[in-house]
């Protein structure tokens, strides 16, 4: 089991503004591995920032769905020179099984650096798959990991807000060449063309629609909805010039 410092003291920061950030789900195996202390924290550091924590036997030690994103960890809390293999081989594995795989490795020695960084390039690890993040204590590191997944929420969200706003400002131009095409049928303005998109829908429709239905489902006037089944079927009218 690893050690960790007693974190009863210790404040957790809080990175959400408020509501709920997403969820945490740790490994069962992993958790049983670390100090009840360091489990402790982490508990309270999720909680505090808006995070719920579940425990299953998943593949990674950490998962964070964060705005539907997954976000997968591994921590390394005790690096172990006589461990490397099966520590680098495992990171591989499930960094062909992540799109965003993170390895947080805390090394508080000068030793134990020098030991990753000769073991990263003696397994032949290629620069950013995945992503390592050397830490020196296990706080620190669990902090690292949550600021992390909380900047992938983040940036989900705001790509999710300006595909809305980009399909708002698509919704708007559509609309105005919509009351651009119907105001130009003689006598029809901006509250008619209105009307009938609300009634009728498209342009198509409203070209399909009989003078009966219009007045049925508009607000429109006879002499408007007589002129509007005349534009779109009557040659002589629609072709004729108009002179304003």
Known sequence: ???????????????SNSG???VCIMNTLWKDAQHP????FISSFLDVNSYRL?????????????????????FVTNWNSEETASIFSRIQKLTGQFAHLYAVVTLPSRDQNDSFVHAYFEYGME??????????????????IVKIAHAHGV????DAVATLK?????????MEMYKKVVTSIPGIDSHDAISLHQAIGSIEAIAKASKDYILENTDLSAA???????????PKFYLAPKIK
């Open 1 to 15: 089991m690893n050690t960790a410092r007693d974190s009863r003291g210790s404040t957790p920061s809080n990175l």
């Open 20 to 22: 709920f950030a997403g």
């Open 37 to 40: 202390f360091f489990i402790k």
């Open 54 to 74: 579940k425990f299953m036997p998943i593949a990674p030690d950490f998962i964070f769905n964060c705005g539907g994103l997954s976000v997968a960890f591994v």
């Open 127 to 144: 620069l950013g798959k995945p992503s390592f993040i050397p830490v020196l204590d296990l706080e620190m590191g669990f902090e690292k």
């Open 155 to 158: 940036c989900k969200k705001q």
């Open 166 to 174: 980009a399909e708002r400002e698509n919704s708007v131009q559509t």
């Open 224 to 234: 408007k909805a007589e002129t509007i089944t005349r534009f779109f079927r009557d």
